[in-house]
């Protein structure tokens, strides 16, 4: 299955590699560079499809769970000061997604998003310290039942150059659900309330919509 952000640029790059083929075909008598050109060609189209892929997963509903919103390696633990919405001490997870991981961002947790909103920006490598300030960025806040208001951001990296936000304000979410896409690398950051009891380690692999990063203490 492929995420429907991928349709338009899969259907572009198969129309532009069989072109080029055709052209190698024409103009070029060489096999070998003939065969060298289809080759490629496959191995190009093959690293775009794969970067849509939009692989079912069965999240299983839990009021008390915070789920891991992208696929990708954990890379900051830490407790910051969130500036946009809280201004004040959060405990921070970051999730680095290679341009070989799935890309879907999905909502970490079920509830009402009450705030929704882009930013544009620099494209600074995803691990970058000033990166979740400064690079184009959208923060979304969903209020739950038991955890609050939880905050995720979807962050831009050096290839990611748009980011898809489904959120909008006012509408119910589904924790495991589809919130958005970020096209060719990237980092999705979760913010939530300080002394919350984490259950992944710095340099996890974790799998959206599946992987449990947090687990909220039910009264």
Do not use: C
Request: charged fraction near 20%; aromatic fraction near 10%; charge should be positive.
């Amino acid at each position: 299955m492929f995420h429907k952000e991928g349709y338009k640029i899969m259907a572009l790059a198969a129309i532009i590699l069989i072109a080029i083929n055709v052209v190698s075909y024409s103009l070029i008598n060489r096999y070998w560079i003939q065969f060298s050109v289809l080759v490629v060609s496959v191995f190009l189209f093959l690293l775009i499809v794969q970067f849509f892929r939009n692989p079912k997963r069965n999240t299983q509903l839990h009021d008390a769970h915070i789920v891991a919103p992208v696929d990708g390696k954990v890379v900051a633990i830490e407790e910051v000061l969130e500036k946009e919405y809280f201004n004040e001490k959060r405990l921070q997870i970051s999730i680095f997604m290679s341009p070989l991981n799935v890309h879907v961002t999905r909502h970490p947790v079920s509830g009402k998003v009450i705030y929704s909103k882009y930013h544009p920006g620099k494209f600074l490598v995803a691990w970058h310290p000033k990166s979740s300030e400064e690079n184009e960025r959208t923060t979304v806040v969903v209020k739950t039942r038991l955890a609050g208001e939880i905050l995720y951001r979807q962050i831009a990296g050096a290839l990611a150059k748009r980011i898809v936000n489904y959120a909008e304000e006012g509408s119910e979410v589904i924790q495991g659900s589809d919130s958005g896409f970020i096209k060719f690398g990237s980092r999705v950051d979760v913010f939530l309330p300080i002394n919350t009891p984490i259950t992944v380690e710095l340099n996890q692999k974790v799998k959206g919509g599946l992987s449990v990063i947090a687990k909220i203490e039910e009264a």
